[in-house]
């Protein structure tokens, strides 16, 4: 491939213009012409069919039908519409219109041929079909035009502005015409040669206008291979290269701080789990090689004390550690949780965050740089220029999924070496799937959780018995628990749960009158200092119940609350559900997670009702969550930039990501340098991804 040209801003293309450019860039990220050509289709419609009117069945879903309009009038009154008798040679039907009706008045040529398609409906002995795509037939003649017609990703606010997929299509044939002369091959010859792959162009073309379903078929294969192949080859390349390349300060010793905690402060018996996982980090700090490892454990399985005693060992060997959280909240939580941990240990600890005092800061700033402070725990805040390590030993990760991958490189910069890694996260990555798409990052799992936690009991609760659920918090309270209610937020129909979560919001206000009851409500569209007294009230136990969205998903620890009801709890993928339902069984009391649901569900909504419903575990629920979403969607993963698929699925591509892995580091082995003239163009190609890519591996 050609990629300057390629890489030509979207707005410079024929029919895009600057409105269009800044929406695809904002709602698809599509910000040059390669990223257009690799918006992939996520599904077909079969247009090489053309049914006749006599044909129609009920159970048809989408059609395509060759006809003339012969009349058309408006049926005013309830429900006002402009209706169209449609005919072919055996029959006739009804096309049915309840908006614009006055630019398909002035659009439609009667008894001329049209093709249309769209969804029928029977009734009253007749078929019709609302909304139609229509096209002249001599148009529909002239376009290019593939047997298997693609449907692009899309969003609410791309529709509603007009980017239709037909526009989208139209999109992509102008870029075809104007690229097809900078498609070059990006697989070596022996590659495409033993594999019988497609060749790229060809393949490009496929994908977007498939001419059979062989074609496709081959073309995706040929696509996906290359997508997992590039992968595993910087996974390859990085482990034949890595090991030997980034130092990191050993911690040689075992000393007295992490000791005297250990045989004198610790509070509890650390599970065996928590053992294991202390063991695997010991040794890599042990080691000259820098750690960069993850933390995996479920909500609750007791991640912060680790956290703590591999801080310990940074201590005893005359390092600092750090510890940074993704909000203030957290930060604080951590700040003190640790501050009571330590408290009889002669460590200095400190806080951090966006709002601490000027002079405060520059106190912690002077500490720091002279070594008399130990650990420090914060925020983004830890990121700022002028926070300078004396000699940062290991920094602690809470939460990965909700930093990018370069602020964390940038906490890495701070000293000559870069320090040791951890991050923890209670988002769950099945290990199998770790290890293929992480290669070399290590992988440590807390799979068990502390003993005597009572398992939250969760059930599954219809709209219609919202009476009795309200009766049952109002027990629950009574009894001194607090409650939680969380409403979805999700981007593409921002307004309407807004709107929801406020009506959510009145209703239990007026179900819980004050001065009895105390709410307090946090979203996403409040300032952040709001939202921190709000969250503090109900952290203090001055409100009983916390209304909002799913801001409060992350780490927070309020072990008095006991119920997490989730509204429209349909509309949340798994793992967020998982996530919000950690919140509750905190405390020694039985906590109750309540998902709230509308009769109406999806058979996906089902699986995932009843997987909440029938396990507490993180990992069980993972692999299901997987199954449901392919791993492109798992948090963290996508949004790190690790995994950034396009068109390849982890789990359904499963069979070419091992040919793919197995050529890769066969390759990496034969030619570690890309140097044979045959690999020139993966050379080439490594190169360009390197450049523009913004990946994991760049912080190891
Ligand atoms: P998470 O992994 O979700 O961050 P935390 O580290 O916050 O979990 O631990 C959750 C709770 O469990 C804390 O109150 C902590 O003190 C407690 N805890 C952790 N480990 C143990 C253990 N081995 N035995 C008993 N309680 C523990
Ligand atoms: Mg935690």
Redesign the pocket.
């Known amino acids: 491939m050609n990629p300057t040209f390629l890489q030509t801003p979207i707005d410079y293309l024929k029919g895009v213009g600057p409105n269009r450019a800044d929406l695809l860039r904002s709602e698809l990220g599509i910000h040059t012409f390669q990223d257009l050509m690799h918006l992939f289709p996520h599904r077909y419609i079969d247009k090489t069919r053309y049914y006749k009117i006599s044909e129609l069945e009920r159970s048809n879903a989408e059609v395509q039908i060759i006809g003339k309009f012969t009349s058309m009038k408006m049926v005013e009154g309830k429900g006002r519409r402009l209706v169209a008798t449609f005919r072919d040679d055996g029959g006739q039907m009804e096309l049915v219109w309840f908006r614009g009706h006055k630019w398909i008045k002035e659009a439609i040529k009667m008894n001329t041929p049209y093709v249309i398609f769209g969804k029928c409906n029977y009734y009253n002995g007749k078929f019709s079909m609302p909304h139609p795509e229509m096209e002249l037939l001599s148009e529909h003649e002239k376009s290019i035009r593939s047997a298997m017609q693609p449907v692009y990703p899309s969003t609410e606010k791309l529709s509603n502005r007009g980017i239709t997929n037909k526009v989208v299509n139209g999109v992509m044939q102008t870029l075809f015409m104007e690229a097809k002369n900078h498609l070059f091959e990006s697989l070596s010859k022996p590659l495409v040669t033993e594999l019988k792959l497609m060749p790229k162009r060809e393949a490009l073309f496929n994908v977007h206008f498939p001419q059979s379903q062989e074609h496709l078929a081959r073309a995706q294969y040929r696509l996906k291979f290359e997508e997992f192949f590039y992968i595993q080859l910087q996974l390859a390349f990085k482990n034949v290269n890595h090991k030997t390349k980034i130092k990191g300060y050993p911690f040689e010793k075992v000393g007295p701080i992490f000791t005297t905690f250990y045989n004198d402060h610790l ?5 065996d789990a ?1 053992k294991r996982v202390l063991k695997e980090i010991r040794h890599d700090l042990g080691t000259n090689a820098q750690m960069n490892r993850l933390l995996q ?9 680790v956290a703590l005693m591999s801080m310990l060992m940074a201590l005893d060997n005359d390092f600092q550690a750090c510890l940074m959280a993704p909000t203030a909240i957290l930060a604080v939580q951590h700040y003190q949780g640790l501050l009571e941990l330590c408290k009889e240990l002669n460590t200095s600890i400190s806080l951090l965050q966006g709002s601490t005092k000027a002079s405060e800061r520059k106190i912690i700033h002077e500490q720091l740089e002279n070594g008399e402070l130990d650990i420090l725990i914060g925020t983004h805040a830890l990121l700022e220029d002028k926070v300078k390590f004396k000699n940062l030993g290991l920094a602690v990760i ?1 939460e990965q999924h909700r930093f990018g991958v370069k602020q964390r490189s940038k906490l890495w910069h701070k000293n000559e070496y870069p320090p040791h890694v951890l991050v ?1 996260t ?1 988002t769950p990555i099945p290990r199998t799937l770790a290890m293929t798409v992480y290669g070399d990052l290590d992988v440590s799992i ?1 799979d068990e959780l ?3 936690r009572k398992a939250i009991k969760t059930v599954h609760r219809y709209d219609a018995n919202r009476l009795k659920v309200f009766k049952f918090i109002r027990d629950e309270i009574a009894l001194g628990r607090q409650v939680y209610i969380v409403y979805p937020l999700i981007q593409e129909s921002e307004a309407m749960d807004y709107k929801d979560l406020m009506d959510g919001y009145e209703s239990i206000s007026r179900e819980f009158p004050m001065p009895e009851y105390q709410i307090s409500i946090v979203h996403g569209k409040m300032k952040p200092d709001d939202k921190e007294i709000e969250m503090n009230r109900f952290i203090k136990g001055e409100t009983q119940i916390m209304v909002a969205t799913t801001v409060i998903e992350v ?1 927070v ?1 309020v ?1 008095n609350a006991s119920v997490m009801i989730i509204e429209s709890a349909e509309r949340f993928g798994l793992s967020q559900l998982h996530q919000l339902r ?1 919140r509750v069984g ?1 405390g020694a009391e039985q906590s109750y997670c309540i998902l709230m649901t509308s009769h109406k569900l999806s058979s996906d909504s089902k699986v995932r009702l009843e997987t909440m419903t029938g396990t507490n575990d993180g990992f069980e629920i993972a692999e299901v969550d997987l199954k449901l979403r392919g791993p492109g969607d798992i948090t963290g993963t996508q949004q790190s930039g690790a995994l950034n698929l396009k068109i390849a699925d982890i789990i359904r591509d499963n069979d070419i990501l091992k040919v793919a892995r197995s050529y890769a580091w066969q390759l990496v082995k034969d030619d570690p340098k890309f140097e044979k003239e045959e690999n020139q163009i993966i050379r080439f190609m490594y190169a360009q991804m390197m450049k523009f890519k913004n990946i994991w591996s760049y912080i190891s």
């Open positions: 509070p509890f018996e650390l599970t928590q454990g479920d909500v609750g399985s007791g991640k912060t004390i809470d923890m209670a807390i502390p003993p005597g780490g620890n072990p950690g905190r």
